[in-house]
């Protein structure tokens, strides 16, 4: 158990619809990732946060965005969801920008 | 353009033997490099970190070794047993801003 917690575990939802993934952080860790892993590609950066703020941003469309609140806890919000989202996306923490990962489980999102 | 890659997708060995898996990069100048083990349909494990001044770093079973001049590292798993099949992940730290992970290479010991 990594310490970092991610809800829900399954998500299933139509095309066009909008859903809300949470993760909660390791207790101490000021960064959080969020990636993205379909079958067909690795995992993917999206964008990190660190202390609230926006720190780095990957491929991440506009469509979706994200947040930290000031309980460190972060959000990533899909918007106007088409087929190709489905996905595994993963939450990550850790103490600093430098520092080691800690993933998730995931949340596996379907769109119908 | 920047690239990592890491050869090959997939890579069968024999129980007992020494798994080796590369992770080569172009335009990146990573400060230090991490690998990761993922099982299907769970979140990456930490495993190794080295930085670019050390040549070496080991773990139990596991070696790493990163050559800065050759842009590569390679992940070594010696007395490999099947509980070790997992894809591996290379990630490389990106100019202190995150960390860009390679397509992993699948792994299978074979008893």
């Known amino acids: 158990d990594s310490g970092v917690t991610q809800t829900p575990k399954h998500l299933i939802t139509a095309t066009g619809q909008r859903v809300t993934l949470r993760c909660s952080p390791r207790?101490?860790?000021?960064?959080v990732y969020w990636y993205q892993q379909s079958l067909d590609q690795g995992l993917q950066f999206l964008i990190q946060?660190?202390?609230?703020?926006?720190?780095a941003k990957g491929n991440i469309l506009e469509r979706f965005s994200a947040q930290q609140f000031p309980d460190l806890h972060s959000e990533l919000n899909l918007s106007s969801l088409e087929l190709g989202d489905s996905a595994l996306y993963f939450c990550?923490?850790?103490?600093?920008?430098?520092?080691?990962?800690?993933f998730g489980p995931g949340t596996r999102l379907t769109v119908l | 353009s920047q690239k990592i890659e890491q050869n090959s997708e997939a890579l069968n060995i024999q129980e007992g033997k020494t798994a080796t898996l590369t992770c080569n990069y172009t335009?990146?100048?990573?400060?230090?490099l991490q690998w990761y083990r993922q099982d299907p349909g769970r979140g990456p494990v930490f495993l190794l970190l080295?930085?670019?001044?050390?040549k070496e770093k080991r773990k139990e079973r596991l070696k790493v070794t990163f050559d800065t001049t050759l842009k590569q590292s390679l992940f070594h798993i010696t007395a490999s047993q099947p509980a070790d099949s997992a894809t591996y992940l290379c990630?490389?730290?990106?100019?202190?801003?995150?960390?860009?992970f390679g397509p992993g290479t699948r792994l299978s010991v074979l008893p």
């Open positions: 335009n990146y100048s990573p400060a230090y």
């Open positions: 207790s101490g860790d000021l960064s």
């Open positions: 990550a923490s850790s103490r600093r920008t430098e520092d080691t990962q800690y």
């Open positions: 080295i930085r670019e001044n050390e």
């Open positions: 946060y660190y202390n609230g703020e926006e720190r």
């Open positions: 990630a490389l730290e990106n100019y202190g801003q995150n960390f860009v």
